[in-house]
């Protein structure tokens, strides 16, 4: 410590003594030569701070001597001067000329109240933040080592997650990836089957795995899974806010060791429909013969009949179940889909289809009327004539009504008919042998009869029966 932070002042408070001047006005220096002072002295000389302080008398007392150590600077030999305390004075004490000067030295110590304070809270908050800051390095290496090279789950678990994860996001084709047969039905889990993000499955989590047992696991080969490590995986998630617990049978493909891929084995819903106006059904727009059941993706779906341009989607929800259980596990289910046998109602597109089929049916009868007579109630006489020659042109199509209510055996609906208008023109040979020609001549059609088929494609053909 430097000499020069020790002042007299410091040096009494130490001493618990009167002031006590440097020597040779060096503080804590070393001066002129000290000579002893001797213990049995009736008065110690005592130099004060201020040359005008009082004096008073000292009486003679011999008091308990206090040892203090001090060690001159750059020396190993401490000198040990000897002061004699004074009793507290009862009279007034004059001062006298010092007989001996005692100056504290450089390994003197300071004391406690010129002390700084101990920094402990610093000393204290330095290692927590350091802590703090290693603890965050470490624990964020293993979140981004969990979260970006493991993945949140890993294995059974993670395959799991991973297919929920893409049917979420609508990704059906990374998510049918993760699939292996056998199947029980087939799958029909193309992008349009998980279209609409509100049918999707969310809110999903692992709840449990485990491996499945010997037993079941025979049964399992006899069926046809062929991967290893058989494993459950119990799930829970929702769809259209409804909570399901679900179970996932999970596989290792690869012939042994920890390597190969976790597949799911049939990781899909059967679905049943029957009804409708025909043999055909479509989910979510994908068409299917409904005489045998399909698979899905876990989900809400929409099952109508064979997607048709002309006709407006008469169908229904096909919604999850929870169906059996097993040793504590859980599978979903769909239960068998009816559709409605409401009357189908056309489209505008069906209805335009109607219309132009019966326009290509009348022009086919007004050209059979030409050579003869058509069914649409035009023939090639004129005035009771035969016609030399006649040509028959349609000016007006007529409104359709189709009744939709009757399906006929051949999959045709019945229609008629009103307001169409045909001119005839050509020439003919009077009762006199002469060529009598017309043009222009227009005739109000009867009312038309027939039946009409519609495509697939959304076309229709009419068939005029009177």
Known sequence: MADDEFSTETTTQSLGMGGLADVDGV???????????????????????????????????????????????????????????????????????PTAQIA??????????????????????????????????????????????????????????????????????????????????????????????????????????????GDLVARYRQAGVTGRNLTYVAVRYSVNHTAFSDTYLAEQAGSGGSGGQWLLVDPYRVLSVSGGRSS??????????????????????????????DFLPVGTTADLAEG???????????GPVTLPSTTPVLTSEGRTAVQAAYGVALKQCAAAAETGSGVCGIDDMYNYFTCNHVTWTITTIGAVDVDLSTQNADGSYDFTANGSVASESGDYSDFFGGDQTFSNQTTDLEASAGTITFAADGTATATLTG
């Open 280 to 309: 055909t059904a479509a989910v979510d727009g994908v068409a299917f013969s409904e005489q045998k059941p399909i698979e899905v993706f876990p989900g809400s779906h929409v099952v109508t009949g064979p997607p048709d341009p």
């Open 324 to 334: 059996t259980t097993t040793r504590q596990y859980t599978w979903t289910a769909y």
């Open 27 to 97: 503080p804590g220096g070393a001066g002129a030569p000290r000579p002893a002072v001797s213990p049995t002295s009736a008065t110690m000389p005592i130099t004060h701070a201020s040359a005008t302080s009082p004096t008073v008398p000292v009486e003679s007392a011999t008091v308990p001597q206090r040892t203090i150590p001090f060690a001159e600077p750059g020396t190993t030999a401490p000198i040990q001067p000897v002061v004699t305390i004074p009793t507290i004075p009862t009279a007034p004490i004059t001062p006298t000329t």
């Open 104 to 213: 504290p030295t450089a390994a003197f110590t300071r004391p406690l109240s010129a002390l700084p304070r101990r920094r402990t809270r610093k000393r204290l908050v330095i290692p927590l933040v350091l802590l703090l800051v290693l603890g965050l390095a470490i624990g964020g290496g293993y979140f981004a080592y969990r979260h970006f090279v493991v993945g949140p789950e890993s294995g059974a678990r993670g395959a799991v997650s991973a297919y929920f994860a893409d049917i979420e996001a609508g990704d059906a084709s990374a998510a049918s990836a993760l699939a292996v047969g056998p199947y029980q039905a087939t799958p029909i889990v193309s992008g349009p089957t998980i279209a609409r993000a509100a049918d999707r499955p969310s809110d999903f989590a692992v709840i449990s795995s485990s491996a499945v047992s």
